[in-house]
């Protein structure tokens, strides 16, 4: 899916678009609009995007199986019926790196989206002063950083995934359980995620009985040419290194120019690259790792949760594939986004409430006290809503709640991951669910 347009500008290229309306197939759009390639393109591509006549949402994502979990909810939503009377229009982008993220955040939030979609911690980071200024709630589900929790950010920011406080923990009882004691911290210079991966699993390894020898910072953004980290790494002599690198192409490779080394420890990964398919398919030779890589990661959802079938088979209906990590709190996004705005359009008196108003509403229909509903019977919740009831959702992902910090409380599933080197493929049968509280 999405468009090649390597003949125009930088910021036009990766713009990846569904128009999740009625009559509009999933994949259906992309770009300002039809025509063919004499047709130029409009001058400000993004602000083409938007219909005034609709109700804009948007994504700036980090993969395209979350822009594709996006729009498969907007598609059900209008479906349903839109909200406010009107359709949701989903504009979903695929940014390739931080400074393109922030460019298309910027053009959307200036364009006048009134609340956002946005992956990973630096990202948001990087774009919460312009959303603090406009008043743009900013919702995610890839952004682990502890930063978020106590940052000033006007009660903008709602994760639908876990901090780095909770999941980091997880990793160190793994690694240790696993017999390890010796870890190497390897992450990115200047992240975000990685400078809270480091605060935290080091303290928690610690505390287990285990002891992080050396912490090796790789320059954001380089993709090869790792030996001289490497070299720091291995020096170190350890039994478990945590690699960190935010990307799962970059951090695979990593492992591919490790393979001289012959290292027999655990690679133990966050949840940035275990249960990513995407890492796998960018080792060399997985057979070749001979202790082995696992990981853990609360970005999938628990399978025999009711919700979470649903979303997996209307996931495989429209796409035909599985879907990846990530993609089921992202299909929670929309859902949470549509119900908080029909909510706060009615409580208003407004077709196009803003994003104060939008935000004001997002606890409202996440937490308790509430009818429950959930995404197989959204046009219900909807209608619920528009009777002047009370809801409170629990996804496809979990039934959880935000706490005054856009942090979310509640059990939450945790995935094992152990990597089959035979079949290049992630064993993710063994769940945990941990208890996240106030």
């Known amino acids: 899916m999405g468009c090649n347009m390597n003949t125009v500008s930088r910021r036009r290229r990766a713009l990846l678009l569904l128009l999740a309306g009625a009559g509009a197939g999933v994949g259906a759009g992309c770009g300002g609009g039809g025509g063919d390639a004499a047709t130029p393109l409009p001058a400000n591509p993004l602000q083409a995007m938007l219909d005034p006549n609709a109700i804009n949402i948007a994504s700036v994502g980090w993969r395209t199986s979350t822009r594709d979990a996006f729009l498969l909810a907007a598609k059900q939503i209008n479906d349903a019926g839109g909200v406010l009377g009107k359709r949701l229009?989903?504009?979903?982008?695929?940014?390739?790196?931080?400074?393109?993220?922030?460019?298309?955040?910027?053009?959307?939030?200036?364009?006048?989206v009134p609340i956002l979609n946005v992956s990973t911690s630096t990202r948001v980071l990087n774009l919460l002063p312009l959303a603090i200024a406009k008043?743009?709630?900013?919702?995610?589900?890839?952004?682990?950083?502890?930063?978020?929790?106590?940052?000033?950010?006007?009660?903008?920011?709602?994760?639908?995934?876990?901090?780095?406080?909770d999941a980091t923990p997880v990793l160190a009882k793994l690694a240790f359980d696993a017999g390890k004691r010796r870890a190497v911290v390897l992450v990115n210079q200047g992240d975000a995620f990685g400078a809270g991966l480091n605060s935290l699993f080091t303290p928690a390894f610690q505390a287990l009985g285990g002891q992080v020898v050396a912490t090796v910072a790789v320059p954001f953004g380089l993709k090869s040419g790792f030996a001289p980290y490497l070299q720091q790494v291995f020096d170190a002599k350890p039994d478990v290194v945590l690699n960190g690198i935010l990307a799962a192409d970059i951090s695979a490779n990593v492992l591919n120019e490790a393979l001289p080394y012959q290292y027999a420890g655990l690679w133990l990964l966050p949840g940035t690259?275990?249960?990513?398919?995407?890492?796998i398919d960018n080792l060399a030779d997985p057979r070749q790792i001979a202790g082995g890589a696992a990981g853990s990661a609360a970005t999938i959802g628990l399978y025999g949760n009711a919700s979470h079938q649903f979303f997996r088979r209307s996931y495989l209906a429209q796409y035909g594939a599985e879907p990846q990590d990530f993609t089921a709190p992202t299909y929670d996004i929309v859902m949470l986004m549509a119900l908080a705005i029909e909510r706060a359009g009615l409580l208003n008196g407004s077709k196009n409430p803003s994003g104060p108003m939008i935000r004001d509403s997002l606890r409202q229909v996440m937490n308790a006290p509430g009818q429950k509903v959930r995404p197989e019977d959204i046009a219900a919740a909807l209608d619920l809503l528009r009777r002047g009831g009370d809801v409170a959702y629990a996804g496809a992902y979990a039934d959880i709640e935000w706490d005054e910090h856009g942090d979310i409380v509640g059990q939450v599933p945790?995935?094992?991951?152990?990597?089959?080197?035979?079949a290049r493929l992630w064993d993710a049968s063994r769940q945990i669910v941990i208890g996240l509280p106030r």
């Open 89 to 112: 229009n989903a504009i979903a982008l695929v940014a390739r790196d931080n400074a393109e993220a922030q460019d298309m955040g910027a053009q959307l939030i200036a364009a006048g």
């Open 135 to 165: 008043g743009v709630p900013i919702l995610t589900e890839s952004s682990s950083s502890p930063a978020l929790t106590s940052i000033a950010d006007a009660d903008l920011v709602f994760r639908v995934g876990v901090s780095d406080v």
């Open 273 to 279: 690259a275990a249960g990513n398919q995407t890492f």
């Open 414 to 422: 945790f995935t094992v991951f152990r990597l089959d080197a035979a």
